[in-house]
T-cell receptor, first 114, second 115 residues
Framework: AQSVTQLDSQVPVFEEAPVELRCNYSSSVSVYLFWYVQYPNQGLQLLLKYLSGSTLVKGINGFEAEFNKSQTSFHLRKPSVHISDTAEYFC????????????FGKGTKLTVNP | NAGVTQTPKFRILKIGQSMTLQCTQDMNHNYMYWYRQDPGMGLKLIYYSVGAGITDKGEVPNGYNVSRSTTEDFPLRLELAAPSQTSVYFCASQGWRGGPSGELFFGEGSRLTVL
């Protein structure tokens, strides 16, 4: 079975500072990896995904993530955050080759302060 | 384009009551899901469906039932509500591109309180 660990439950940063949200996964088979964002009182929406190919994946709103197979990590980064990036971020994993189920981490609440 | 629509958005139930959360999607997606979200716990999969007439249990199915008679609709039934079912419920759908596309589309959630 797959599992996801998000190492920080809360990350406070100042506006225009860089940020990294950490995600590690566990799986005995090859995986697909995802980051979702949830703004207050809304559902989740896809930020970016790794399916294959380049290990550096770019998503919406200036976010990017790097797949590191040896460290089983998929950390999310942004070089300069805005107040509007305040949200909860979820890392998720599914099995490569056809699993229809995603397993989500517990989430990281990013708060961007002025 | 409505996407995934959930109703109701809010509901308060008494212990022992039953209710159905409605979910419909207009994207012709094969896969549909019900998750519950509790503070600090992420999302837990309750039930999912890979197509009309096919459903399967997720991680936390006890106390819930589902059906999938059409591609569009995937209602979640709560029987004999308990305080432990107080949560925010999300319906989601996923399309097919030679396999699951990997992108889930979520509804806005249904906040349920059981007193």
């Amino acid at each position: 079975a797959q599992s996801v660990t998000q190492l920080d439950s809360q990350v406070p940063v100042f506006e225009e500072a860089p940020v990294e949200l950490r995600c590690n996964y566990s799986s005995s088979v090859s995986v697909y990896l995802f980051w979702y964002v949830q703004y207050p009182n809304q559902g989740l929406q896809l930020l970016l995904k790794y399916l294959s190919g380049s290990t550096l994946v770019k998503g919406i709103n200036g976010f990017e993530a790097e797949f590191n197979k040896s460290q089983t990590s998929f950390h999310l980064r942004k070089p300069s955050v805005h107040i509007s990036d305040t949200a909860e971020y979820f890392c998720a994993v599914s099995v490569q080759g056809g699993s229809e189920k995603l397993v989500f981490g517990k989430g990281t609440k990013l708060t961007v302060n002025p | 384009n409505a996407g995934v629509t959930q109703t109701p958005k809010f509901r308060i139930l008494k212990i022992g009551q039953s209710m159905t959360l409605q979910c419909t999607q207009d994207m012709n997606h094969n896969y549909m899901y019900w998750y519950r979200q509790d503070p600090g716990m992420g999302l837990k999969l309750i039930y999912y469906s890979v197509g009309a007439g096919i459903t399967d249990k997720g991680e936390v199915p006890n106390g819930y039932n589902v059906s999938r008679s059409t591609t569009e609709d995937f209602p979640l039934r709560l029987e004999l509500a308990a305080p432990s079912q107080t949560s925010v419920y999300f319906c989601a759908s996923q399309g097919w591109r030679g396999g699951p596309s990997g992108e889930l589309f979520f509804g806005e959630g249904s906040r349920l309180t059981v007193l």
